[in-house]
């Protein structure tokens, strides 16, 4: 079984760019979530993504977006990259289903750092 | 509001003593679960414990022992005999139930506590 995968695993921008991050989830796994880890931070949650529909939303701006494929890897999109978007960025891929509560497995993150 | 607070920044220990993370946590959802998470330095989110929120019996696996009271909204994380491997980030996390057919219910984490074990 494979796990969760994301790439690339470090990334330097500058300031107004724009960067895409790939997330690959777990075999078997239809959900996919990502987060955003800011330094000495705990991660927060950005958003869903099941189905290939957006499925929820924590309090991030729109010039963050994404998007799920068909076979459930993901893309996390951030426009106009500013200095406080460098984190460590996870994805979480889970399994929504009949089951009561569907763990979600992380991935090692990408470090995006923007200058 | 759903809010998880680590009271403790940063703990440092000698190996072999024991240690208990804190975890309080607000929520006014009846059903919910609350899971601790260990980061080592390399970055991922090691999975370490889920507890649904009508499930108070502690849990211990090994040298890990969980305490759940709902009295207090609390669910520390003991480690007993700590050795240098448990070095790393903690974290204490909350989810709402997935409601039925519906999104599954995403994480809400403290802050964290840095652990450190010295030989």
């Known amino acids: 079984e494979t796990g969760v995968t994301q790439s690339p695993t470090h990334l330097i921008k500058t300031r107004g760019q724009q960067v895409t991050l790939r997330c690959s989830s777990q075999?078997?796994?239809?959900?996919v979530s990502w987060y955003q880890q800011a330094l000495g931070q705990g991660p927060q949650f950005i958003f869903q993504y099941y189905r290939e529909e957006e499925n929820g939303r924590g309090n991030f701006p729109p010039r963050f977006s994404g998007l799920q494929f068909p076979n459930y890897s993901s893309e996390l999109n951030v426009n106009a990259l500013e200095l406080d978007d460098s984190a460590l960025y996870l994805c979480?891929?889970?399994?929504?289903?009949?089951?009561?509560?569907?763990?979600?497995?992380f991935g090692p993150g990408t470090r995006l750092t923007v200058l | 509001a759903q809010k998880v607070t680590q009271a403790q920044t940063e703990i440092s220990v000698v190996e072999k003593e024991d240690v208990t993370l804190d975890c309080v946590y607000e929520?006014?959802?009846?059903?919910?679960?609350l899971f601790w998470y260990k980061q080592p330095p390399s970055g991922e989110l090691v999975f370490l414990i889920r507890?649904?929120?009508?499930?108070?019996q502690n849990e211990i696996s090994g040298r890990y022992s969980w305490n759940f009271q709902k009295s207090t909204s609390s669910f520390n994380f003991t480690i007993t005999a700590s050795q240098v491997v448990d070095s790393a980030v903690y974290f204490c996390?909350?989810?709402?139930?997935?409601?039925?057919?519906?999104?599954?219910?995403?994480?809400?984490f403290g802050k964290g506590t840095k652990l450190s074990v010295k030989p």
């Open positions: 979480a891929s889970s399994s929504q289903g009949l089951a009561v509560y569907n763990e979600q497995f």
């Open positions: 075999s078997g796994h239809n959900t």
């Open positions: 996390a909350l989810s709402e139930a997935k409601s039925l057919g519906g999104s599954q219910g995403n994480l809400i």
């Open positions: 507890r649904n929120s009508f499930d108070e």
């Open positions: 929520t006014r959802d009846t059903t919910y679960y």
